[in-house]
């Protein structure tokens, strides 16, 4: 068993069960006998488009998966087909030592 990461992206609620699927089949969410497990957190996203006089704000879901390292580039790629945000999504990877 190899070093286990956590992967956060940000997306739509309409969208998390789109992502939350493609990062399972990709590999993210194994924890243990379950598979596709992951942590939502709801919140308000905020930015300003170049260009323009005010910021953006739009309600928005944090998901957070596990997954392995070899599995890491093809759950980012997976994240970016799935997502509306497209290759604009954020993807984080934080290593992980789980106890």
Do not use: H
């Amino acid at each position: 068993m190899g070093q286990k990461y956590l992967v956060v992206t940000y997306c739509p609620a309409t969208a998390v069960g789109e992502v939350i699927k493609a990062m399972g089949d990709a590999g993210a969410g194994a924890l243990g006998a379950y598979r596709y497990a992951a942590f939502i957190t709801s919140g308000i996203g905020n930015w300003m488009d170049p260009g323009a006089t005010q910021m953006t704000r739009e309600a928005e879901d944090k998901i957070e998966m596990v997954c392995e390292e070899q599995s890491l580039r093809g759950v980012s790629e997976a994240i970016k087909r799935a997502s509306p945000y497209g290759k604009d999504a954020t993807v984080q990877a934080f290593p992980l030592t789980l106890i």
